[in-house]
């Protein structure tokens, strides 16, 4: 079945390594069906991998294997809740080893070139109890690229003195 509504992601002509990794990378993750062009096409020939189904944490995507005309950039972000810090720690070594990339504030670049953002839940819990709490939590989450929770933690303790 086909859903209403899901995010078509373009790749250059590596939709299917693409879709492996998210799928090895997340849980409730796995490719789904691989359509292969019926003709050639500006981007490919007859024969290659078109289109990818597949579900990330979930959710269903379709890769496209569109060519080289567009790029990901940070205007489009996936955020991942994570419950602690070695699923932190897992998910963000994951996404920047083998050509990924580290940016600052919990986000990061697959190899792919898509942007990601891998939150701890408890970084969210700081910011929505507002006041002191979140201003030290922010504060501490501005001088990171990949979440610290004890360090958060830490930073908000100090909220209590």
Do not use: H
């Amino acid at each position: 079945m086909t859903p209403r509504i899901q995010p078509c992601l373009w790749y250059d002509g590596n939709a299917e390594d693409a879709a492996r990794f998210y799928a090895d990378t997340f849980p409730d993750s796995r490719v789904g069906a691989v359509m292969r062009a019926p003709g050639d096409y500006p981007a490919g020939k007859q024969g290659d991998v078109l289109t990818v189904e597949m579900t990330i944490l979930g959710m269903p995507f379709l890769l496209l294997n569109g060519g080289p005309e567009f790029k990901f950039d940070e205007a489009v972000s996936f955020q991942v809740a994570t419950d602690d810090q070695a699923q932190t720690d897992r998910y963000w070594n994951a996404i920047t080893g083998n050509g990924g990339e580290e940016s600052m504030c919990g986000w990061c670049r697959d190899r792919f070139g898509l942007s990601w953002q891998i939150t701890p839940k408890r970084l969210t819990e700081y910011m929505s109890q507002g006041g002191e709490t979140a201003a030290r939590a922010f504060k501490a989450m501005m001088e990171m690229k990949k979440i610290d929770i004890a360090a958060l933690e830490r930073a908000v303790e100090g909220a209590k003195d």
